[in-house]
C-alpha cells in the first residue's frame, strides 16, 4: 500500500456517524473514514452477531474489544482476542465473521 496526498490530521472516532447494519444474526455499527482509495472504519459487533455475506475484500483487521471468530470458506477458523489482528488481500480467501460475545475493530481497507 501507498499512501499518498494525505495530510496530517486526527480522527475522533466518537464523533464519526454510525450506521448500524444488520448481520444474518446480530447488527454491526460502522464508522467510516475514506483517505482517498483507503476506507479506514471502527465496528462494533453485537454479542451474536455473524455476517450475512462472505467477504472478499482485502482487510488489516486489529480486534480492540470482545472476541471475534473468522471463518474462511474452505471451513478455517481464527479466533482474535484484543491486540491481534489480521490480514489478508483482496480475492484471496474469502471470509465471515461471528462472535459470541460482541467485539469491536479497527479495520484498515
Known amino acids: 500500500m501507498q499512501i ?3 495530510p496530517f490530521g486526527i ?5 464519526v456517524p454510525a450506521e448500524t447494519k444488520p448481520g444474518e444474526r446480530g447488527t454491526a455499527t460502522w464508522r467510516v473514514r475514506q483517505f ?3 476506507r479506514v472504519r471502527l465496528l462494533e459487533y453485537s454479542a ?6 462472505w467477504c472478499v475484500k482485502g482487510h488489516i483487521l486489529l ?3 470482545g472476541e471475534l471468530v473468522t471463518e474462511l470458506a474452505d471451513g478455517r477458523k481464527f479466533t482474535l482476542k484484543p491486540g491481534m489482528s ?6 484471496a480467501e474469502p471470509h ?10 479497527f479495520v484498515v481497507d
Open 4 to 6: 499518498s496526498d494525505l
Open 11 to 15: 480522527t475522533d472516532w466518537a464523533s
Open 36 to 38: 482517498g482509495p483507503i
Open 48 to 53: 451474536g452477531y455473524l455476517a450475512d455475506h
Open 63 to 65: 480486534c480492540l474489544e
Open 86 to 91: 489480521y490480514q489478508v488481500a483482496d480475492h
Open 96 to 105: 465471515r465473521s461471528f462472535t459470541t460475545t460482541g467485539a469491536k475493530l
